[in-house]
């Protein structure tokens, strides 16, 4: 099997070729690509590969722009940690999709999958990827939560998306605010709450914290890759982000 891998992010690229020879050690990697314009450019040029694994989020914009300029014959498996509307949109046009991090067994699925649905009928294939497309197009903008219920003292309390600062697990998940009160939810995971919050203001820090762009005092590059981030309410609190994640961090602060 011929695949390529759409993705900027170099170490989440080299991760799934490990993990694609674990799964199927017949799977011959192409070429690996990092932008729309490098994709497009590469699919122009060459047969059409078996199975293409594309990232949504590229550092020249969406992987969808890449329909808009080419006509791509290649089934598609999609990797992501794209919102829950688009996701919806692909479990109702049967696309498959692996959310980041990739794990092993869910990879295997996706490609038995292929084999069993898109090798029988690769037609198939650019006629879901184009309802798919469509079908996000006329999403309505998803609505993220405004407001967040904590316990204060012997009560209850909302408080407002621009008042957080971060979500931290720490046997129970804190809400911290901007000035740095420290308050108890009743929410049960922080993946919970990430599938709540504007990816464009939240950011998922690392397993147990979720940082809010307004709350960034400073951060800085490790030697090793990560980075650690000063918030605005604790100048003495660093929060790491993993080498894996480094890329993505820089492109939703700076977005």
Known sequence: MKVIIVEDESLIAK???????QVDNTVEVLAVLDSVAASVKWLKEHDTPDLIFMDIQL???????????IKV?????????????????FKVNSVDYLLKPIDKDA???ALNKYRRIYNADK?????????????????????YKERFLAHYKSGIVPVAEYQVSYFVKDTIIYLVTLDNQKLVTDY?????????VDPQKFFRANRQTIIRIDSVETYRKHDTGKIDVVMKCDNNLHIDISREKANEFKHWIDS
Request: glycine share 4%; aromatic share 8%; no cysteine.
């Open 188 to 196: 049960n995971t922080i993946d919970e709450i990430e599938e709540m």
């Open 107 to 109: 990879l295997e699925t």
């Open 73 to 89: 014959e290649a089934p598609v498996i999609f990797t992501t940690a794209y919102n829950e509307y688009a996701i919806r949109a």
């Open 59 to 69: 550092s020249d914009g969406v992987s969808f722009d890449i329909f808009d300029q």
């Open 123 to 143: 037609q198939l294939m650019g006629e879901q990827i184009r309802a798919l497309i469509s079908n996000i197009s006329k999403q309505d903008t998803p609505k």
């Open 15 to 21: 991760g799934l070729q490990r993990t694609l020879k």
